[in-house]
């Protein structure tokens, strides 16, 4: 396998096997979901040759938002914003030799909200000092729990109807997906619960059914998933396989690996430092268990060890967010050394963290570029 040559996910092809993984942007508002400069970064990454990009996180329910100015789609009113997040991707690529792919991440923030946070069961008693514990936290209700799932399909098939190739659900990070799947967060005793991994694994098996049938048999459905809470208690590496076949044969297109939870301390999903590929040991077992697609987040800075973990058959594709921050061209950049057989630039991305800092400034940038651009 290479790095550079196509992949298939269910209906579609994607050019290359660069991933663009979801990062909040911090540019939307209800009353305006898709500002210029919102459009014109999507344009940018259009023309930057990634073979599929994310879009950040969307939330399909009312108090599912996790971020302040974050993207939604809980409602049709939404969708002609979508629609000129679509034609911004499509207008990056029009004269691009690769077109990207743009799939919608949905998503329900779940325990870590703005205001009234929604989980499995309340789980913040196990944490006692702990910082950074949601406030309010409501176990959701049968009722509840039906309802965000028939949200997430509806949102899915509104991201159809704007034009998105595919859907991403995000089922990572302690969102709401991700605390079903975990015996640290879903401690519920009834249908939802238990403890083994298929008990657990209801919610997502039912979701995924609702979307399917809100978007037809041939419509791209990705999950990202974590490889580990890294709680103690939580999900962890013992369960990834499993739960990767689980949703490989309930209908999910491919698997997208991260990691962490925001109370997760240094394993938290965004991670500062110089530490490189995060998640490859967990890879290398998920892969030999699943004919599915497998993506990798995490760490992932210089095109060679992008190169060894597709060469490797450790995972089918590599994915990157912080990066895209500060260099939107990076993977065209890549492509182009490939091509030319040159050695391809590292990722300016230092993985300082200082992006996650701006959003008071109403939108996510690179502090470092920022600084060299005399901005």
């Avoid at 305006?32 to 940018?44: C, G, N, R, S």
């Avoid at 040991?281 to 210089?302: C, E, Q, S, W």
């Avoid at 492509?335 to 996650?356: M, T």
Wanted: overall charge neutral.
């Amino acid at each position: 396998m290479s790095l550079y040559s196509p992949l298939k996910i269910n209906s579609i092809v994607i050019p290359n096997r660069f991933m663009r993984s979801a990062v909040w942007e911090g540019r939307s508002e209800l009353f305006d979901l898709a500002p210029p400069e919102l459009q014109e970064y999507y344009h940018d990454l259009g023309a930057g040759e990634i073979g599929l990009i994310n879009s950040s996180h969307t939330y399909v329910s009312e108090d599912g938002i996790a971020t302040p100015r974050q993207l939604a789609l809980f409602d049709d009113s939404f969708i002609d914003a979508h629609k000129s997040l679509v034609s911004a991707v499509r207008y990056g690529g029009k004269h691009m030799k690769i077109r990207p792919k743009f799939f919608c991440q949905l998503a329900h923030c779940g325990s870590f909200g703005e205001d009234r946070c929604v989980a499995p069961s309340d789980w913040t008693v196990d944490f006692p000092g702990v910082k950074g514990l949601p406030k309010n936290l409501h176990a959701l209700s049968i009722p509840e729990i039906q309802q965000i799932q028939d949200d997430f399909a509806a949102a899915a098939q509104r991201a159809k109807e704007a034009g998105y190739d595919g859907v991403q659900l995000h089922g990572a990070h302690g969102y709401l997906i991700s605390e079903f799947m975990s015996p640290k967060f879903n401690k519920r005793t009834d249908i939802y619960g238990g403890s083994t991994v298929w008990e657990r694994s209801r919610f997502i098996r039912e979701l995924i059914n609702k979307v399917r049938y809100s978007v037809g048999p041939y419509y791209p459905i990705s999950i990202k998933i974590n490889s580990s809470d890294f709680v103690e208690g939580g999900f962890d590496e013992t369960m990834t396989a499993e739960y990767v076949k689980i949703l490989e044969t309930f209908g999910i297109d491919a698997v997208e690996l991260s990691g962490g939870t925001p109370i997760s301390g240094k394993h938290v999903p965004i991670r500062r430092g110089k530490s490189t590929c995060w998640y490859e040991n967990i890879a290398k077992d998920v892969y030999k268990h699943t004919g599915l697609p497998l993506f990798m987040v995490g760490g992932i800075r210089n095109p060679r060890d992008a190169e060894r973990l597709v060469k490797e058959g450790i995972v089918d594709g590599v994915s990157m967010g912080r990066p895209f921050v500060r260099e939107t061209d990076i993977v065209k950049r890549w492509i182009h050394a490939h091509e030319e057989g040159e050695r391809a630039p590292v990722s300016k991305c230092i993985s300082c963290g200082l992006c996650l800092g701006t959003s008071h400034e109403k939108s996510l940038y690179c502090v470092p570029e920022s600084k060299l651009q005399g901005k």
